[in-house]
């Protein structure tokens, strides 16, 4: 189900924007209302039927794969590989909960023999989910897939440039048996629908996935309204690189870690830290690996006009740093690449931590190497950031790397491999990059509550005295 707020008329401010926002909110008004009332049959639909509903729409949006991709690529410009692989994820995360709708369950407490204490989990009702531009069908379903099977009903906002695949989603999803209003996408603005979605009576839960100033803003209206929400929010993650590693596998992870998407993902691996007895050594394997990123090919585009004027903005910043960058540092230029705007994979060596470019995310594939001598410092310099999303640790020393993962302030850390991520592993921020988890069993625990119940036992009738003989 689909409902369509106006665009504001392109001749006026004051009367454009109070008529789009009327609409957004009429638009969010409508759909919240939907989903509320197809809240109650899809809660209590048998568990098996609705886990049996997430997996066909798994299988249609597989089944659907070329379509989803051509999509997603239209808005995106990303390569076709790359989408595909994130659609494949996305009915992922639609398998993997449709085989989970039976959690998260409760617990019998032993309180005292005359009572009967339970604890069971109910789904929140409206969830409202938010979306950014950088994966799109993928964040959407990370967020929408556990909703579900948790027993919400939802409401979704993608991305103003990119809301076609979370449309044929919700297309796709009634069309294999998901009753009406259970999914609704409301495309749009974020200041006129994301605030909709967030200040509407009806939702009960917010999910939102984007940029920190934008989740700080939703916190306020959270913050008035009571409302939980799930922040996963940006990151300027540290890769650790230590002398004993396998340099030639690290550095190619390492360029992995920040040119994958084009360095448009919030666990973007975007500080190197690398001792500093190999330092030169593997900083030259990196930039080596580094320019054999083909823009056009292995690196996809800058997804909007804003972010690729975001990094050249950061270009900047680092000049008036001081910083050279060793390789890149520059839009890429190429037969072919005239459509779409892209800059070439960039490396900035003799960075400080206390650099803009080691501090800001840039969303870009843009690396700051940093060099260290000890584990103390290498940690120090990872935890020395707002941020806290994912690690990296590298070493052939395997104490030291569980030394280092658990020191490491994030919620996903990778040990000799860069953003091993999964359907099953638990994700999301500490500090600035949000809080609440996505992904694994643990995201139930966030579309549902708790209630405990507490039953009185009625005392056995008094024992007939036994007989005397
Ligand atoms: P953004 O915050 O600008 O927008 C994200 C979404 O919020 C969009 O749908 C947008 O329309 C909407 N929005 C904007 N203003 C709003 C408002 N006032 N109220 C409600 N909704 C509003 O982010 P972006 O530029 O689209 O995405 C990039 C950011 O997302 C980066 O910071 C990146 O790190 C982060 N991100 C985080 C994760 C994660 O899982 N932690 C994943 C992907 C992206």
Redesign the pocket.
């Known amino acids: 189900m689909t409902t369509m707020p106006t665009d504001p008329p392109a001749d006026g401010l004051g009367d454009g924007l109070g008529d789009a926002l009327g609409d957004a909110q009429e638009a969010v008004d409508e759909a919240c209302r939907a989903a509320a009332a197809a809240a109650y049959g899809w809660r209590h639909t048998e568990a098996f039927a609705r886990g049996r509903v997430l997996m066909a729409i798994a299988r249609r949006m597989l089944a659907d794969l070329d379509e989803l991709v051509a999509t997603e690529c239209a808005e995106t410009g990303k390569p076709a590989a790359l989408a595909e692989a994130e659609i494949r994820g996305a009915a992922d995360y639609f398998e993997f909960y449709a085989s989970l709708v039976h959690l998260p369950s409760g617990d019998v407490l032993d309180v005292r023999p005359d009572l009967h204490v339970y604890t069971m989990r109910e789904p929140y009702g409206v969830v409202g989910v938010?979306?950014?531009?950088?994966?799109p069908l993928n964040?959407a379903a990370r967020a929408c897939a556990p909703a579900l099977a948790a027993g919400n009903v939802v409401v979704v906002?993608?991305?103003?440039t990119t809301s076609g695949t979370t449309l044929a989603l919700a297309r796709m999803a009634l069309e294999e048996g998901l009753p009406p209003g259970v999914l609704t996408v409301v495309p749009g603005?974020?200041?006129t629908v994301?605030?909709a979605?967030?200040e509407h009576p009806l939702v009960r839960k917010v999910a939102?996935?984007?940029?920190?100033?934008?989740?700080q803003?939703?916190g306020r209206i959270a913050a008035e309204r009571i409302l939980p929400l799930t922040l996963?929010?940006?990151?300027k993650s540290a890769n650790i690189v230590f002398a004993d590693a396998d340099l030639d596998f690290a550095a190619a992870e390492a360029v992995r870690a920040f040119t994958g998407n084009a360095g448009?993902?919030?666990?973007s691996g975007t500080r190197l830290l690398v001792e500093r007895s190999v330092h030169d050594d593997f900083v030259a394997r990196v930039v080596a690996l580094a320019r054999r990123q083909r823009p056009g090919h292995e690196l996809g585009p800058m997804i909007t006009d804003k972010?690729f004027e975001t990094v050249q903005h950061y270009f900047q910043v680092a000049a008036e740093d001081g910083l050279v960058p060793a390789t890149g540092g520059t839009v890429a230029v190429a037969p072919g690449l005239a459509e779409r705007r892209y800059v070439e994979p960039t490396v900035y060596v003799g960075v400080t931590n206390d650099m803009r470019i080691a501090r800001e995310?840039v969303?870009g594939p843009v690396l700051a190497v940093i060099a260290f001598d000890t584990e103390d410092e290498a940690v120090a310099i990872a935890n020395d950031s707002d941020y806290g999303?994912v690690g990296g640790v590298f070493t052939a020393d395997m104490s030291r790397a569980f030394r280092v993962a658990h020191a490491i302030e994030a919620g996903q850390v990778y040990i000799n491999s860069w953003s091993t991520q999964s359907v099953q592993m638990p994700?999301?921020?500490h500090k600035a990059?949000?809080y609440g988890r996505?992904k694994g069993i643990e995201a139930l625990a966030h579309y549902s509550q708790v209630k405990s119940v507490s039953v009185r036992i009625d005392p056995a009738p008094p024992r007939t005295a036994a007989r005397s003989s």
Request: include cysteine.
């Open positions: 938010i979306t950014p531009w950088n994966l964040q906002k993608p991305a103003e603005p974020g200041s994301g605030t979605i967030v939102f996935t984007g940029s920190v100033p934008v989740g803003s939703i996963e929010l940006g990151g448009q993902v919030c666990s972010q995310e969303f999303l994700f999301g921020g990059s949000g996505e």
